[in-house]
């Protein structure tokens, strides 16, 4: 079987000063101080690209995006200016800070991997004793980890921060206090949807000297999220949780001997998994917005981005 989907785009745009091939979005820059970001359906896990991309993905990332960009603005300013596109948003340039605010709320995925093998210190918090994978916290922590250009993010402590002075102490505390006030918010908002948000991280960037929120909010690629109504019944039985995230492909991957280690091999993702994966989007789409996602035609989609884009950008002239 074959899937339709956006893997990757080329364009070259009226102004355009340059062009970055993340690992799931590209990104062209216009001028000095605008971005246009497509957010393609690639797909990555331990830091790889998988070679088959995702249907939708790119769509349901970009609304769910949008919709949490609109919703934090009355806690800090962020980046979005535009959606031309479902798969596009126009936004301002910011110097990115090279820190991921990382904000957990249970023991799941890295930090259960760094628990269950035997670490009970991670980035400055200590972690109770007696803990078992997907308990929650006794309150939420926050986990910085260092954007790597290439390779894997390594976590760093507070102390590390301000050692390494790659922050101000200002700087950081006032980082600080905006995630645990995004992710309060989120954690209400995932509630009333019957979720639970696990964990997610936020990103910052610099304009003007002003601090904007960056990126992404509360999607599956940076959020995890469980069933609020089956939570506790499976905790009690040992059971996994039943969860809206891209944790599952992790697993699927570390399954089958893949877990982004030197020397190991990208397993081939079969037909029936890559439509498991999409299906997932869709669902969180549906429970997040209340509404399924009217997906877009493949056809000629190259193009039609391409001139959404293009139309956007002369009201930035």
């Known amino acids: ?103 957990r709320n249970y023991l ?49 402590s507070a102390a590390e921060i301000l050692e390494r002075k790659l922050l101000s102490k200002k700087q950081l505390d006032n980082l600080t206090d905006i995630s645990f006030k995004l992710f309060q918010q989120g954690t209400d908002f995932a509630a009333s949807k019957g979720l639970i948000l696990v964990d997610t991280k936020y990103e910052f960037g610099l304009h003007d000297n002003n601090i904007y929120l960056i990126d992404e909010v509360h999607t599956p690629d940076s959020s995890r999220f469980f069933y609020a109504d089956t939570y506790a019944e499976l905790q009690k039985a040992g059971k996994p949780q039943r969860q809206l995230s891209k944790e599952f492909v992790r697993e699927w991957l570390m399954e089958n001997g893949f877990q982004g280690l030197h020397g190991q091999s990208i397993p081939e993702m079969p037909d029936s998994f890559v439509a498991s994966i999409t299906n997932r989007y869709l669902e969180l789409f549906e429970v997040m917005t209340g509404k399924p996602l009217v997906p877009r035609n493949y056809d000629n989609i190259l193009p039609e981005i391409e001139d959404n884009i293009t139309k956007e950008l002369t009201k930035f002239e």
Not at 86 to 100: D, F, H, L, M, Y
Not at 133 to 143: A, S, V
Request: hydrophobic content about 40%; aromatic content about 8%.
């Open 1 to 103: 079987m074959s899937f339709k989907a956006l893997t990757s785009t080329n364009y070259f745009f009226k102004n355009q000063t340059a062009f970055y091939r993340g690992k799931v979005r590209d990104v062209y820059t216009i001028g000095e101080d605008l971005l246009v970001v497509v957010a393609t359906d690639r797909i990555s896990a331990f830091d790889h690209v998988l070679p088959k991309s995702i249907p939708h993905k790119g769509q349901v990332l970009t609304q769910i995006a949008s919709m949490f960009l609109e919703m934090t603005r009355d806690i800090v300013p962020n980046w979005k200016l535009s959606t031309p596109d479902p798969q596009v948003t126009i936004g301002k340039r910011c110097n990115a800070i090279a820190i991921e605010f990382v904000v």
């Open 108 to 156: 799941t995925g890295h930090a259960w991997r760094v628990y269950r093998d035997g670490g009970r210190m991670l980035c400055g918090n200590v972690l109770p004793e007696g803990l078992l994978e997907n308990d929650k916290l006794p309150q939420p922590i926050l986990t910085p980890a260092t954007k790597a250009v290439s390779g894997h993010d390594e976590d760093i």
